[in-house]
């Protein structure tokens, strides 16, 4: 059914995506596995590619490569030299578990589930238009509830980032007291 | 040297005398005109005849590959989407497989945008220093060739000549592919562009949303630039860039949506052929998105009002300040190409793109939308020469308090327009003229009551006294100092 195009992109996209994820962990430096963690996000869009799902391909670029790196850049620009060090982790342990169960969670669904493979009149025949048109119906349709949850997730976490960051009048206020005890303790007195 | 000619110096030479040994020797180099001027007339017939021939044989290549060969009708260069639309479907129609018509549209068309994009940033850079040239009120580069023209390449190759440097302590492979990386994002942003009907790289449904997504790609390679150069200019221009990014982002994609309300689609054709069919540019209709996005867009490119990230008073270069040779100069290009790219985005989402009010049956659609992206390209030039640079605090401010609740607003409204337009059946130029009146007038209207509530007042955003100073003592040894208390 596939053509060789298609079955020589999966083998090249999911041994880079492999690959990459290894390095993740694999490299000593933050900043590398942070690199190589955006080469598994585009990998996984070429995947989606592969499996004609346009739409999550191009939102899993502007999602996950585009916006969530961008947020791991800050995350690890801002931490400290010293624990830019990726050689050990108290959650070795955990995360072994934890990932071995959601692989062998993700396998279960794929062996599982009967997947439907419908290619052109077949499609054409239940009404499908365009990927992004049904997402769009599902999302605003059936699934309504779980859209309007999650945007009001998104909303309360764009609240509580705006309250964390309001400069308020007691931080203020508190401010100008630590400098006034610094200038009359006189602390640099004694040095220089 | 300098780029004014040297005619008069104080120093009153002998009339006709050039007054230095160097201005002697220019002058005496002799221009082009004058070598093309002592050609022998024999040559120059050679020279026409074999132009001729060249020209000819290209013409009668294209009379065969595009010219009706293929079904018997005429395709002139003006049709030549619908003249690749035909050679696909030949392509599909012989027993080779889907595969064969995939290369060789792929081929064509990646031949061509790639063609288009190197003519572009061979003649980009002279465009632009001879416009800011003239703004600024001097000559600009005008020695390299017939008017200068060939400055650009000369850049090239001294840039090519010169060394490319890895400073000491720079992470060696992070070093190495930025310059590579930052090109990829700026050649595939490219690929769903419509140049005319049937003639786009990608036609793909979620054209819009790939733009976007494309694009934000960057952010990253100029990070891996910027940390990996070990130097403070390089570091602190990256994270501009990428605060800068992320927070511009945001406009962008806002303003675009309310193109998607108004057309429903997301196809970038299918933006454009909208514009087409109802005889309007989305620009007239949402004046506020189109100066979000074009403003936004000089964020996200580095142009002037926000090039904050290499601003070379402040941090030398940016991002790029330890790059040399054709490295930087591969920055540069990009730089370029991104101006021009956002230029053609402009006018796809909302200067109508390749239609032209019915120009484009006797123009060829590409012409027009290469114009229309020149245009955009100009504007840019423009702002560049008038336009002074942000502090990064005021463009946060901009973009965080001014066009994010505003393009807010600006998708609320439009949304209510767009289901008005759908259950009305009146016809389009009413509706349509009096959405763009009422955008205007709701644009107007907001921006000023915004700027009323939320002006700009600086005595509240610096701080009175030095707070972290304070804090570490500095406050108290810069009184030492002072020779205070």
Same mark, same amino acid.
């Not at chain 2, 490219?190 to 949303?209: Q, T």
């Not at chain 2, 926000?306 to 790029?320: K, Q, T």
């Given at each position: 059914m596939e053509s060789t195009g298609v079955v020589v992109a999966f083998y090249v996209l999911s041994g880079l995506t492999i690959l990459s994820a290894l390095s993740v962990f694999l490299m000593r430096n933050m900043v590398h596995s942070l690199v190589f963690l955006v080469s598994v996000f585009l990998g996984m869009a070429g995947l989606f590619v592969t499996l004609s799902a346009d739409f999550i391909a191009v939102a899993q670029i502007l999602i996950y490569a585009g916006a969530i790196s961008v947020l791991l850049v800050f995350a690890v620009m801002l931490t400290p030299l010293a624990s830019r060090d990726n050689?050990?982790?108290?959650?070795?342990?955990?995360?072994?578990?934890?990932?071995?169960?959601?692989?062998?969670?993700?396998?279960?669904?794929?062996?599982?589930?009967?997947?439907?493979?419908?290619?052109?009149?077949a499609l054409e025949e239940r009404g499908f238009v365009s990927t992004i048109e049904m997402i769009g119906e599902q999302l605003l349709g059936r699934y309504v509830l779980a859209f309007e949850v999650a945007s009001?997730?998104?909303?309360?976490?764009?609240?509580?980032?705006?309250?964390?960051?309001?400069?308020?009048?007691?931080?203020?206020?508190?401010?100008?007291?630590?400098?006034?005890?610094?200038?009359?303790?006189?602390?640099?007195?004694d040095t220089v | 040297m300098t780029d004014q000619p040297l005619a008069s110096t104080p120093a009153s030479p002998p009339a006709g005398q050039p007054a230095t040994p160097m201005a002697r020797e220019i002058i005496a180099r002799g221009s082009l005109l004058q070598d093309a001027k002592n050609v022998s007339v024999p040559l120059k017939a050679a020279g026409a005849v074999a132009g001729l021939v060249f020209l000819t044989v290209n013409a009668a290549i294209a009379y065969i590959v595009i010219d009706g060969r293929l079904d018997g009708e005429w395709y002139d260069f003006r049709d030549l989407g619908n003249a690749m639309a035909r050679l696909r479907a030949e392509l599909d129609d012989t027993s080779a497989g889907p595969w064969l018509s995939y290369w060789v549209t792929g081929l064509i068309g990646g031949v061509g945008i790639l063609s288009f994009l190197g003519g572009f940033l061979l003649i980009g850079s002279w465009i632009e220093r001879r416009m800011l040239a003239r703004f600024q009120i001097r000559v600009g580069p005008d020695r390299v060739g017939p008017f200068g023209l060939l400055q650009p390449l000369a850049d090239a190759?001294?840039?090519?000549?010169?060394?490319?440097?890895?400073?000491?302590?720079?992470?060696?492979?992070?070093?190495?592919?930025?310059?590579?990386?930052?090109?990829?994002?700026?050649?595939?942003?490219?690929?769903?562009?419509?140049?005319?009907?049937?003639?786009?790289?990608?036609?793909?449904?979620?054209?819009?949303?790939?733009?976007?997504?494309?694009?934000?790609?960057?952010?990253?390679?100029?990070?891996?630039?910027?940390?990996?150069?070990?130097?403070?200019?390089?570091?602190?221009g990256a994270m501009?860039?990428?605060?800068?990014?992320?927070?511009?982002?945001?406009?962008?994609?806002?303003?675009?949506?309310?193109?998607?309300?108004?057309?429903?689609?997301?196809?970038?054709?299918?933006?454009?052929?909208?514009?087409?069919?109802?005889?309007?540019?989305?620009?007239?209709?949402?004046?506020?998105?189109?100066?979000?996005?074009?403003?936004?867009?000089?964020?996200?490119?580095?142009?002037?009002?926000?090039?904050?990230?290499?601003?070379?008073?402040?941090?030398?270069?940016?991002?790029?300040?330890?790059?040399?040779?054709?490295?930087?100069?591969?920055?540069?290009?990009?730089?370029?190409?991104? /101006? @021009?790219? $956002?230029? #053609?985005?402009? +006018?796809?989402?909302?200067?109508? *793109? &390749? =239609?032209?009010?019915?120009?484009?049956?006797?123009?060829?659609?590409y012409l027009i939308l290469a114009a229309k992206a020149g245009f955009g390209y100009f504007l840019f030039i423009w702002l560049r020469g008038t336009l002074p640079r942000f502090k990064i605090d005021q463009l946060m401010n901009f973009a965080w308090k001014y066009?994010?609740?505003?393009?807010?607003?600006?998708?609320?409204?439009?949304?209510?327009?767009?289901?008005?337009?759908?259950?009305?059946?009146?016809?389009?130029?009413?509706?349509?003229?009096?959405?763009?009146?009422?955008?205007? /007038? @709701?644009? $107007?209207? #907001?921006?000023? +009551?915004?700027?009323?509530?939320? *002006? &700009? =007042?600086?005595?509240?955003?610096?701080?009175?006294?030095?707070?972290?100073?304070?804090?570490?003592?500095?406050?108290?040894?810069?009184?030492?100092?002072?020779?205070?208390?």
């Open positions: 050689a050990n982790s108290l959650y070795v342990g955990p995360g072994v578990i934890l990932g071995g169960a959601i692989a062998a969670i993700v396998v279960f669904t794929a062996i599982d589930v009967e997947w439907n493979q419908l290619t052109g009149v009001v997730l998104l909303l309360f976490a764009l609240l509580g980032a705006i309250v964390l960051v309001t400069n308020r009048d007691e931080d203020d206020e508190t401010a100008d007291g630590d400098a006034d005890e610094a200038a009359t303790t006189g602390v640099a007195e | 190759l001294k840039l090519m000549q010169k060394e490319v440097l890895t400073p000491i302590g720079a992470d060696k492979a992070l070093f190495l592919l930025p310059p590579v990386l930052v090109f990829i994002p700026a050649m595939l942003a490219w690929g769903p562009m419509p140049w005319a009907p049937n003639m786009s790289y990608l036609d793909i449904n979620v054209g819009l949303l790939y733009v976007i997504s494309i694009t934000s790609l960057s952010v990253l390679a100029i990070w891996m630039a910027g940390w990996s150069s070990n130097n403070h200019y390089a570091l602190l501009r860039t990428v605060a800068m990014m992320v927070s511009y982002e945001i406009p962008i994609s806002l303003s675009l949506i309310v193109v998607v309300l108004l057309t429903g689609s997301l196809n970038l054709g299918e933006i454009v052929a909208w514009q087409g069919e109802h005889n309007v540019w989305l620009g007239a209709l949402l004046p506020f998105a189109m100066f979000t996005f074009f403003f936004s867009s000089t964020a996200e490119i580095n142009r002037t009002p926000n090039d904050i990230a290499e601003a070379e008073s402040e941090i030398v270069a940016g991002f790029h300040t330890e790059y040399s040779g054709m490295k930087a100069g591969l920055f540069l290009a990009v730089e370029l190409g991104n /101006a @021009l790219l $956002v230029g #053609a985005l402009l +006018a796809t989402f909302f200067l109508g *793109g &390749y =239609t032209a009010f019915g120009l484009e049956e006797w123009i060829p659609p066009l994010i609740p505003l393009s807010i607003a600006n998708v609320l409204i439009v949304a209510v327009e767009a289901s008005i337009a759908a259950r009305w059946d009146v016809e389009g130029i009413f509706i349509y003229g009096s959405f763009a009146i009422v955008n205007l /007038a @709701l644009t $107007v209207f #907001a921006v000023r +009551a915004w700027a009323k509530v939320i *002006g &700009y =007042t600086p005595d509240l955003e610096h701080p009175v006294g030095p707070r972290f100073a304070s804090k570490i003592g500095g406050l108290e040894a810069a009184r030492e100092i002072q020779g205070g208390t």
